[in-house]
């Protein structure tokens, strides 16, 4: 069986030109869909998903292994909402409990607790020994993609990336360019390829 | 606000090691979810997703401008069961019309209609202007995503990679090497990175 990606290449260039992209979009797509399948895999045997797995790990990775959930959705580029449920199943599951912050009571913490940073660990034991999902790929080629990546972010504006700053604290802002913020949401809301 | 996504490589790395991986990984869903916010911004206007889209464009490519609805989820690489809800939209929309096969009136196949050709065409022009939601990277950089890409799937024997067969009607194997197929399965059913 030819691939059907490739396949669809040849006809997008018949019919309108533009098959390269059109190619290199549904390779990406198709891409992300296997490794969030193989990490999801891993991940399921510990009962989480790779959101709640990516929360617990930036809480235990923060010095005090507590972020305040503002703080906690800025850095997994997440959506206010999306913590909110995230956070909700990590406190059931125990893992994880909303503390009050010591100096400003309208602040909630979400602070790791030793079960949480014990199935970090044994999680991410599993992780690292399936390289996080990637397989056929040298390390020269991950670095690769994390430059494509990287380009691809700062031409969008993505926040974060390279050359562009939004701090809403202070206002400051970097490179220059505008990150359009609408975009970005859009981003983060369309999580899915629904049907 | 330097990227986040790098951050978490630098304490991945004094923590456990394996900060290369556990990058690129998260850049690359990450790159997969702004790709797709864009692709899903530009359809919306027109009423679709991306994988109507898809189902519709295939359609479009296909000789006789119909498919059956088996084939038309083995070239989409997708469940049967998103297949059906796909075709049920696009035939509420009038996109699509269910026929039975000529000779076989036990298949059902997929006909584009003549608004789902024009539908097609008008969203396909935009999809095309905008580089199919590309941006920041030259055509040697999407070969080089491709290449990655292929990559990749050979090694995870995703459906119709280079190195991999699976037809069901004949039983013949390509490569040698054996499709995991509850792998496949499962990232096709996990679609989405869920709270």
């Known amino acids: 069986m030819t691939d059907p990606i490739r396949e ?3 006809h997008w260039d018949e019919r309108w030109g533009g098959g390269l992209a059109a190619e290199a979009s549904t390779q990406l ?3 992300s869909q296997l490794l969030l399948g193989r990490l999801d895999g891993i991940l399921a045997e510990f009962g989480l998903t790779l959101a709640r797995y ?3 790990t930036l809480l235990t990775f ?3 292994s ?3 959930l503002s703080k906690l959705g800025e850095r997994l580029m997440i959506h206010p909402a999306s913590v909110t449920s995230i956070v909700d199943k990590l406190v059931e599951f125990e893992y994880v409990e909303r503390v009050p912050h010591h100096s400003d009571r309208r602040v909630v913490l979400a602070r790791v607790t030793t079960s949480g940073r014990q199935i970090v660990e044994r999680a991410s034991a599993v ?3 399936a390289n996080n999902g990637f397989a056929g790929l040298t390390d020269d080629d991950l670095e690769t993609l994390i430059a494509l ?4 972010r700062d031409a969008v504006g993505d926040v974060g990336s390279t050359d562009n700053s939004v701090d809403g604290s202070t206002g400051v802002k970097g490179g220059g360019r505008r990150v359009d913020q609408s975009r970005v949401r859009r981003a983060r809301i369309t999580r899915s390829r629904s049907a």
């Open 62 to 64: 923060s010095r005090k």
């Open 8 to 10: 669809m290449r040849d």
């Open 149 to 152: 990546s990287v380009r691809f």
């Open 29 to 31: 797509l198709r891409v």
């Open 54 to 56: 990516e929360a617990l």
């Open 66 to 68: 507590e972020l305040p």
């Open 127 to 129: 992780i690292i020994a």
